[in-house]
């Protein structure tokens, strides 16, 4: 079964700085990649989706990157705010269905 | 609009009691998905529907998780005999059609506390 790896610590970082979370997948190659944001006591919000044969996608200040090779997905967040901090998940297609298949999620903490 | 709506919001139950889940999916979505996050951990898939057609159902723990959609709308996720084990945070998630990378959109959660 696939296996999702994302940064099991926390991300301590300062406001303006650029955050870099990784999620690493072992087994098959999923067709797409999705990202999600939690904040505490609330449902996974989507944000991007990247496509197997896209190596980068961006939204505003967001940018995520697939490397099927290195069978990674960076996710950065550029000139980050305070209110960016949340739980990030990323999540990967379970053999071609439309079921998500979750990483653990990656805490980020934005100081002011 | 609305979005995907879930209740109760929390729910205590003592161990051995029955407990039933409800989600209210954005009106008009086919897809519907059960999910079960544990405290630290991603969500993990329980069962999805399409319309009222439970078509996987491989992620229910044991057969005393159930869960229904007659009507291809409101969808109930039953939980008989509860144990702490399944003390965790309840999602349902909605999509359009349920077609291959499509965007879930998520309820708020139950939070299911077994005594």
């Known amino acids: 079964s696939q296996k999702i790896e994302q940064n099991s610590e926390a991300l301590n970082i300062q406001e303006g700085k650029t955050a870099t979370l990784t999620c690493n997948y072992t087994?098959?190659?999923?067709?797409?990649l999705q990202w999600y944001r939690q904040d505490p006591g609330r449902g996974p919000v989507f944000l991007l989706l990247i496509r197997e044969n896209e190596k980068e996608k961006r939204k505003e200040r967001l940018k995520v990157t697939f490397d099927t090779t290195l069978k990674q997905s960076l996710f950065h967040i550029t000139a980050s705010q305070p209110a960016d901090s949340a739980t990030y998940l990323c999540?990967?297609?379970?053999?071609?269905?439309?079921?998500?298949?979750f990483g653990k999620g990656t805490m980020l903490l934005v100081s002011p | 609009g609305a979005g995907v709506s879930q209740s109760p919001r929390y729910k205590v139950a003592k161990r051995g009691q029955d407990v039933a889940l409800r989600c209210d999916p954005i009106?008009?979505?086919?897809?519907l998905f059960w999910y079960q996050q544990a405290l630290g951990q991603g969500p993990e898939f329980l069962t999805y529907f399409q319309n009222e057609a439970q078509l996987d159902k491989s992620g229910l723990p044991s057969d005393r998780f159930f869960a229904e959609r007659p009507e291809g709308s409101v969808s109930t996720l039953k939980i008989q005999r509860t144990q702490q084990e399944d003390s965790a945070v309840y999602l349902c998630?909605?999509?359009?059609?349920?077609?291959?990378?499509?965007?879930?959109?998520f309820g708020p959660g139950t939070r299911l506390l077994v005594l």
């Open positions: 999540a990967l297609d379970m053999e071609g269905y439309s079921t998500l298949t």
């Open positions: 087994n098959y190659s999923p067709a797409y």
């Open positions: 998630a909605s999509s359009t059609t349920g077609q291959y990378q499509e965007t879930q959109y």
């Open positions: 009106s008009g979505h086919v897809s």
